[in-house]
């Protein structure tokens, strides 16, 4: 029998209803997410809560244990891997102790082999489920959408994972943020590792370049959670999934969209698209408006291709409408995707009968959206822009 | 025939032929991209500088053979990551340097087609680019100082690999002038 179920069996009257989840993120180890989540901890034992250490990681670090006094701790489980003994969270344990609220430090965590799930955040779904709270830790690098990036601009890889559905499952999530200077500090007064891996740490990840980026990244993806969940509180309709599915293109804020061309030219448009896009924290999509009947062949197919590798390199998507009509086919992909800003690159003066056309900007502002912001991107040598 | 029906006949005529071209031009405007064939001159590069004297060089032979400049971004990607993913790090490096030399180009009035690519080493990266990219010539500055640029075998591998033309820069005491993203060109 499914460990959760056996919960439920015992006590009907707590699975009525599905604990509710806490997850402290932190940029890196040794903010303070463990000691953190001990202290709510101890204020919920001290409001009258049945409160129980499911596991807790003390890093070795005396302030955390100390914190962990008073509180009870479900005794770990011992597995044995290849002659190897492992300590692991007793998942059976702590469903059968039933606390009204349960500490389970480190939600990205892989189980050993012989645990219930293989991964620990599997286990926090059965403890929820069986009506019990969980308070949980996480780093923001074991999100699998942000584990490339991170690895990309700190150059190490963590191999241990959750979807980002699991931080969408949160009821709550709390951002435990510290300078990185201040967290270096705490490194080299001895507080995050002990004395022998801190030259190590210090020359490797933790350099300031690295934890300010990963500080970026963590202040965006609780921005982005909070977002979703003010979202989610103006409807309260229809599951939480479904709410936050229907609601995806609000919730991510800002969404650009750059027309393009496959000319040499727009490359610029792009770089200027993806730079607002950085500085939005938000996806580019790339649309090119194809004729009919075009074929992508040539110097096209050239510059298509160049394109769409330029989209793979800055993780946008380039995006091929046919049409006749560049303001239709455009306005076609404004709506469907829930773009908010839309980038044009500066057009040639207009010639002959050309000159009693309304300017593209103005028709791309009637047809989209309201709401739906064009900005024109200079060409290079008409003028510079900022 | 009296002279106001021809004048009505050719007013008619005129406004037909006006409507005609106003529609036409309102359709939308999008006419199939014109196929053409350009001679490329590649200019490869690695970090956030390059020699100026090896941009100056590949802008005169581009001007004068009225030839466009490909200025190719290498990137290293680690291979903890896959080859193909997206490396928004190098990219915010490749961006401004990308910039600055379309900015020098455009004042002498070379167009420029830029390029960024990915390898698991800076070589690895060129090899990749010369694999589906075709051009005339490949300018490469070579350099003194050890980890910066390429080698003494990336350019003896070039040679070997590279299907067009290859103008080696060797590098001179009067070499110390860079293009940079921040500053448009400094000297060392």
Redesign the interface.
Known sequence: MHAAQMAADNDGVRTARRGQLKVFIGMAAGVGKTYRMLQEGQVERDGGRDVAIGYMEPHKRPETSALAEGLETVPRRRLTHRDTELEEMDLPALLARAPELALIDELAHTNAPGAEHEKRYEDVRDVLAAGIDVFSTVNVQHLESLN??V???T???VRETIPDAVLGEADEVVLIDLTPEALIGRLRAGKVYPGESIEPALNNFFTVENLL?LREVALRQVAQEVEAKRLVVEQPLGTREERLAAEAPKAVGERLLALV????SS??LV?RA??SA?RLGTDLDLLW?K?P???I????ER?V??LR??A????ATLLIEE??????GAARVVRERGITYLMVGESLPPR???R??EPLPQRLMRATPPGVDVRIVAR??SKEDG | MSVERVLIIVALGLGLAGGYLIARSHKGGLRPEAAETVHRILLPFTGTAISRRALDAALRLAKAEDATLMPAYLASVSKQLPLDCAIPAEAAKAMPMLEAIEQRAAGQGVPVDSRIERGRSYRHALERLLDHESFDRVVVPATGEAGAGFSGDDLIWLLAKAPAEVLILRPGPEDRRFVTAKNGSRAA
């Open positions: 490339d990036q690895a990309e601009l150059g190490t890889r980026a061309r496959p000319q040499p490359q610029r770089r993806w730079r950085q408006v004729p009947g075009q074929a062949e040539g110097e096209v510059q291709t160049a590798h330029l793979s390199v800055l993780g049409s006749d009509n560049l303001v239709e002959g009968l050309a009693l056309r290079r040598g």
